[in-house]
């Protein structure tokens, strides 16, 4: 089946790269002559910048971080070809990283080339050449699931990335890290006042991690694309810069923030990602149990992991909305983040207390 990805777009105008440049490295870096040069820009995602490069009848992708400030060790793109080139290996579903260019002269920031994936992802709307009956969604759901199982088992010192992170105390530091953005992006004190009394319920209840896996970090239906000709297969994970050595649990947690029930309250429709005109997923509880059982984790403290799922996405899309608001970006799907941002501390203030 031979399909045209609806992810592509024209590049935005403010996220234009130096095409020049960039076609004068890629030629020496790839030793050729480059014809019919063309890039394009991924439209999904609300941070790193994706970019399709082809030529030569070959086509890579080209990853970057956002325009404007962006916080000390976020959108590490050295960290996220690390990731991609190592564990591709065992998880083929990372795509492989082919190349780090660390020499801001050529497009102003670092970036990476990736190897080419072609699928499709599941974003506001499901594509209309799929049937979407139970069947499918529960396919969908599970198989995802199953992606970050196994992702969890995988051993880290077998795809070279032991020293990714630091296991012991991982849980505190990313309370600690969390709120740290948080107060650095923070533009109402009504709304601080909420984050604080969240804080201080979830510092009193953190728990101890039971095992120490390599961590997406950011997992959810959004950064996986699914195969065109088996529509329910995986064919790839995207969004590894902020991979990392961890509890588990905080991705199963950071996922949960995305689902939606049938049963959620209206204001979970701003905070997820996933199509909301059919509601016929499966519980978070189904998950949440489908989960343990192919891991082996224990699950009597997702609770807090959920709680801080929406905490840390809380505070994403609170500098989201930061940049927007300073004008260091001008995308305007970013200009109802707030609402968004209030949905999840309420959420998150309903689950821990």
């Known amino acids: 089946m031979i399909m045209i990805d609806p992810e592509l777009i024209q590049v935005r105008k403010d996220e234009i790269l130096n095409i020049n440049s960039l076609k004068l490295y890629l030629t020496e870096l ?33 990853r970057r971080p956002p325009i404007g400030p962006i916080a000390p060790s976020s959108h590490d793109m050295s960290r996220e070809h690390k990731v991609q080139k190592s564990i591709n290996n065992l998880f083929p579903l990372a795509p492989k990283s082919l190349h780090f260019c660390e020499d801001i002269s050529i497009l102003g920031i670092q970036f990476h080339i990736i190897e080419r994936r072609n699928g499709y992802v599941i974003r506001k709307f499901f594509p209309s050449f799929v049937n979407v009956d139970k069947k499918y969604v529960d396919s969908l759901t599970f198989n995802s699931i199953d992606v970050l199982a196994s992702l969890h088992l995988i051993d880290p010192s077998k795809v070279g990335l032991e020293n990714l992170g630091k296991p012991d105390g991982f849980v505190e530091r990313q309370l600690n890290g969390w ?12 709304l601080s006042i909420v984050f604080d009394k969240l804080i201080l319920n979830l510092r009193k209840q953190i728990p101890k991690p039971q095992h120490a896996s390599i961590l997406h970090n950011d997992f959810k239906w959004d950064n996986i694309m699914w195969s065109f000709e088996d529509i329910s297969e995986p064919v790839a994970l995207f ?42 997923y499966p519980k978070k509880y189904e998950i949440i149990n489908y989960y343990s059982k192919k891991t082996g984790f224990k699950i009597d403290n997702i609770n807090w992991y959920y709680a801080f799922g929406a905490f840390k996405l809380a505070v994403i899309l609170q500098q989201i909305f930061f940049r927007f608001l300073k004008g260091q970006t001008k995308d305007k799907r970013f200009a109802n983040f707030d609402k968004r941002v209030q949905a999840l501390i309420k959420r998150a203030n309903s689950i821990i207390i």
């Open 239 to 280: 969004d590894w810069d902020m991979c990392t050595l961890g509890d588990p649990l905080m991705d199963l947690g950071h996922m949960l923030n995305y689902w939606i029930d049938d049963d959620d309250p209206i204001e979970s429709q701003l905070v997820t990602s996933m199509p909301i005109e059919k509601i016929i």
């Open 30 to 62: 790839f030793e050729k002559d480059l014809n019919n040069f063309k890039l394009m820009q991924f439209g999904g995602g609300h941070a790193n910048l994706t970019y399709l490069v082809s030529f030569n009848d070959e086509e890579y992708v080209l």
């Open 179 to 190: 709120e740290d953005r948080w107060k650095k992006s923070a533009h109402s004190y009504e």
